[in-house]
């Protein structure tokens, strides 16, 4: 993850090297944390058994409550210009629009407690140390007000982003003897926020955004009180709602 974030800082800092009138296009590098408030998720146990004389058969655990956490993050973006990429010029509108890459780190952690798992209806201590990554590919929209001479767009800015996103999560269970996996799956994310230039190349900014994605775990195990070793993905569907505080610069 460490490689894949260096490797797009250095090709954003190259393009811009490599073609001075970049620096007209708005590319920007950015920092933030903040805040991550999951709701309650809904687990499914799938016990696929290889013995083709038993059936298979899922166990599901309600209202497992998951610890907000504190989001860090980076992000580099793109706003397009009438001085674009190689000194093509967009129309004046393109100037609302852009894309930008943003990576995500926090922990993913359940709590000690006592779960129903249904349809045995049996009580169970759950308990889960992790921790996960996200990757988004947001396409922007952002609308400028207050301009002046140095910024002529407009210093206070607010912007939408929509797109997919990639959800990298490590889940550590207590429930079986490893109930344990790094799994990747793919979501979609929403922010929503305002962004103030502080000075013509710095601004910060606030931002709301809502993460969405269905996560799986492969693992062999013995898990629930069943008796064998059993193949045993889980599904969990996670819905997190981010507030975050960045910083930005611009080139």
Same mark, same amino acid.
């Given at each position: 993850?460490?490689?894949?974030?260096?490797?797009?800082?250095?090709?954003?800092?190259?393009?811009?090297?490599?073609?001075? !009138?970049?620096?007209?296009?708005?590319?920007?590098?950015?920092?933030?944390?903040?805040?991550?408030?999951?709701?309650n998720?809904?687990? /499914?146990?799938? +016990?696929?058994?290889?013995?083709?004389?038993?059936?298979?058969?899922?166990?599901?655990?309600?209202?497992?409550?998951?610890?907000?956490?504190i989001?860090?993050?980076?992000?580099?973006?793109?706003?397009?210009?009438?001085?674009?990429?190689?000194?093509?010029?967009?129309?004046?509108?393109?100037?609302? +629009?852009? +894309?930008?890459?943003?990576?995500?780190?926090?922990?993913?952690?359940?709590?000690?407690?006592?779960?129903?798992?249904?349809?045995?209806?049996q009580?169970?201590?759950?308990k /889960?140390?992790?921790?996960?990554? !996200?990757?988004?590919?947001?396409?922007?929209?952002?609308?400028?007000?207050?301009?002046?001479?140095?910024?002529?767009?407009?210093?206070?800015?607010?912007?939408?982003?929509?797109g997919?996103?990639?959800?990298?999560?490590?889940?550590?269970?207590?429930?079986?003897?490893?109930?344990?996996?790094?799994?990747?799956?793919? =979501?979609?994310?929403?922010?929503?926020?305002?962004?103030?230039?502080?000075?013509?190349?710095?601004?910060?900014?606030?931002?709301?955004?809502?993460?969405?994605?269905?996560?799986?775990?492969?693992?062999?195990?013995?898990?629930?009180?069943?008796? =064998?070793?059993?193949?045993?993905?889980?599904?969990?569907?996670?819905?997190?709602?981010?507030?975050?505080?960045?910083?930005?610069?611009?080139?």
């Open positions: 993850m460490k490689k894949l974030k260096t490797i797009s800082m250095i090709l954003v800092i190259a393009l811009i090297a490599a073609n001075p !009138s970049l620096g007209w296009a708005e590319f920007y590098l950015g920092a933030y944390l903040g805040p991550s408030f999951p709701d998720v809904n687990p /499914n146990f799938e +016990f696929r058994i290889s013995n083709p004389d038993i059936t298979d058969f899922t166990y599901h655990a309600k209202n497992v409550r998951v610890n907000p956490a989001m860090y993050g980076a992000k580099a973006g793109y706003w397009f210009t009438r001085e674009s990429m190689c000194g093509v010029k967009f129309p004046g509108w393109l100037k609302h +629009f852009g +894309f930008e890459i943003d990576f995500g780190y926090q922990t993913l952690n359940w709590p000690t407690q006592s779960v129903l798992v249904t349809p045995i209806n009580n169970f201590i759950l /889960n140390n992790g921790y996960a990554y !996200s990757i988004s590919f947001l396409f922007m929209y952002r609308y400028g007000f207050l301009p002046d001479k140095e910024v002529p767009f407009g210093r206070l800015q607010p912007y939408v982003g929509i997919p996103m990639v959800f990298i999560a490590n889940t550590h269970l207590n429930i079986g003897n490893d109930y344990r996996s790094t799994e990747g799956d793919l =979501g979609f994310a929403v922010e929503t926020g305002v962004r103030y230039m502080v000075l013509k190349n710095v601004s910060v900014n606030l931002a709301f955004k809502f993460r969405f994605v269905e996560t799986h775990v492969d693992v062999d195990d013995v898990i629930l009180n069943v008796p =064998g070793n059993h193949y045993i993905p889980m599904f969990t569907a996670y819905h997190l709602y981010d507030v975050n505080f960045g910083v930005a610069y611009h080139f």
